[in-house]
């Protein structure tokens, strides 16, 4: 079972990048920080400028060139199965 990430946390003095479901990278610079909050986040530079990031518009963050937090909290649970049975779907 793979280790689960913490649902609130604040990474301080740290560089990170987050990114976007659109593709796009927001990049912060060493002594920044970030704050989480189920799945929400604040995003708040070395200079004090904040930036909040929806749940729903980011896909990861990669804090100090290392460690990667992952989006679960936007997350949908797997749709069922097409054939149901679980049988091939070829006939016999």
């Known amino acids: 079972m ?3 990430g913490p649902d609130v ?8 990048v987050i990114s976007l479901l659109n ?3 927001l990049n912060y610079e060493a002594g920044s920080q970030l704050h ?7 995003a ?21 060139a290392a460690d990667v937090l992952t989006n679960r909290w936007r997350r949908q649970p797997p ?3 097409p054939s149901g049975d ?7």
């Open 44 to 64: 708040i530079t070395a200079a004090g400028e904040q930036r909040r990031v929806p749940v729903r518009e980011w896909q990861d963050v990669i804090i100090n």
């Open 79 to 81: 749709a069922p199965s």
């Open 23 to 25: 593709r796009e990278r």
């Open 36 to 42: 989480l909050d189920h799945g929400e986040l604040t």
């Open 2 to 4: 793979g280790r689960r």
């Open 86 to 92: 679980g049988n091939s779907p070829h006939a016999g």
């Open 9 to 16: 946390a604040v990474y301080r003095n740290c560089s990170f």
